[in-house]
């Protein structure tokens, strides 16, 4: 079945949008003042379109159109909708779980949430409203100022600002979940994480609709700093509405000797694009990311990633899957930058695409710039189909034809999983796979 994205209804011009929402919008004084400059800063530019190179093959003033309406406060309906979806949901137990619903935090859907020692867990609207936090104007100025980031700085009502302190080292994940409600309606989220030196933590986002929320827009920010020494795992599901849009952003800054292990998993939303940023900012930095989109109907989803190996001795590995049926598409754009005090930089960086119908479309661009000398990168782009040979291997000893290509696209995607090193949040990652497998045609 083929699902195109639905168009929301007439919603404030680009010119009023900010306006429409001023009141509802935490912080004063320097907070307002910066969410000014950055709504500013998107109305100079619109809508990305095919003309800026970066958004080549995600055109959203043709696919999106417009941003919709603000989503209202949820009520006692909207929130007994999310607790029914957040319940459905698989999760590692014991996890710090924080609710977003339509874009605000929702305490009474939240576990765990103060359990916890060595990390400190804030709303955003809380953090932002403190006149005591002197640096809560620089949240919303953290991002790279393109159109979409500058929009969410200007619209953002809710999130998370979480620190982990130096030293721990969390057992249970922390667990951002995203429930949209409302239809045709938008969100717009944002949340900082700060690993203290030395310490460890799991940082878990989903990204799910109630029943009956449709044709709705989120738009998200993650922004996280990595003491020296720290160790993160970050994991992303994202399983909006199939006729929604996630337009998200994740900006990741490495000290010295931090490590990073990231995931991403695309299965949901008619439109999406995933944006992130990596900073390897002190020597020795390592960085593993990883992702895998699987597209049906006439789905489009964008990984855009920069790796910016900014200090020397400095390792990143990139690799992503993308499976694509009927008429999905998919793109791939990856940049690795080698700044010219970078040396002995290892760099690495490969997209796979696996193409299930003649229809189907992949657009990968694999990049590197490099201005030090003892360096060693390299990157790479294949795309095909399934494998005759082995799908007959398979057929042959009384695997039904459906079963045996699961079998070899679960083997296809599990290469990816398989980097998520919780092994309860590796399973979660598998079912969603697995439920996108279940439900072809």
């Known amino acids: 079945m083929n699902v195109a994205l639905k168009t929301s209804q007439p919603g404030p011009a680009p010119d009023r949008l900010f306006a429409v929402a001023r009141d509802r919008l935490p912080g004063a004084g320097p907070v307002a003042q910066a969410r000014a400059r950055a709504f500013e800063a998107f109305a100079q530019q619109g809508l990305p379109n095919r003309r800026i190179e970066q958004w080549k093959y995600t055109d959203l003033r043709a696919k999106l ?7 209202p406060p949820p009520g006692d309906t909207a929130l007994a909708g999310a607790a029914a979806a957040v319940k459905k949901l698989a999760a590692s137990s014991g996890a710090l779980t924080f609710v977003l619903v339509d874009g605000v ?10 359990t916890v020692p060595g990390v400190r867990v804030r709303s955003l609207r809380e953090f932002l409203d403190d006149p005591a936090e002197a640096a809560r104007a620089e949240v919303l100025t953290s991002g790279a100022g393109e159109a979409m980031e500058s929009l969410n700085a200007a619209m953002a009502t809710d999130g998370l600002v979480i620190e982990v302190a130096a030293g721990a080292a969390l057992t249970s994940a922390i667990r951002l979940v995203h429930v949209a409600t409302r239809s045709a309606a938008s969100a717009f989220t944002r949340s ?3 690993v203290g030196r030395g310490a460890q933590a799991t940082v878990v ?6 029943p009956g929320a449709a044709g709705y827009q989120s738009h998200d920010a993650l922004v996280v700093r990595l003491a020296e020494d720290a160790r993160l795992q970050h994991v992303r599901l994202m399983e909006e509405a199939l006729d929604a ?13 931090a490590r990073l292990n990231s995931f991403n998993l695309t299965r949901g939303a008619g439109l999406s694009r995933y944006q992130g940023v990596v900073t390897l900012a002190g020597e020795g930095g390592e960085l593993a990311t990883n992702g895998v989109n699987l597209l049906g109907g006439q789905r489009h989803g964008d990984t855009t990633l920069l790796v910016d190996h900014q200090a020397p001795g400095c390792v990143s590995r990139e690799a992503f899957r993308s499976v694509l049926d009927q008429q999905g598409h998919s793109v791939f754009q990856g940049r690795i930058v080698v700044r010219p005090g970078a040396q002995q930089t290892d760099g690495k960086m490969m997209t796979r695409a696996l193409l299930l119908s003649d229809e189907a479309e992949i657009d990968n661009k694999p990049e590197l710039e490099i201005f030090a000398d003892d360096v060693s990168c390299g990157h790479g782009a294949t795309a095909g189909a399934l494998d005759q ?22 083997a296809f995607v599990g290469e990816a999983i398989e980097t998520i090193a919780d092994d309860a949040w590796r399973e979660v990652a598998f079912d969603a796979a697995r439920r996108w497998l279940s439900a072809r045609d």
Do not use: K
Request: no cysteine; charged share 15%.
């Open 65 to 71: 159109g417009e941003v919709a309406p603000l989503a």
């Open 105 to 114: 935090y929702a305490a009474s859907l939240s576990a765990n949430a103060t």
């Open 192 to 194: 900082v994480v700060t």
């Open 205 to 210: 986002e989903q990204f799910v609709a109630a």
């Open 245 to 257: 849009a996630n337009i998200s952003h994740a900006y990741f800054t490495l000290d010295a000797r």
């Open 389 to 410: 040979t082995l799908l007959f291997y398979l057929m042959a000893r009384g695997l039904p034809e459906v079963d045996a290509q699961a079998m070899l696209i679960e």
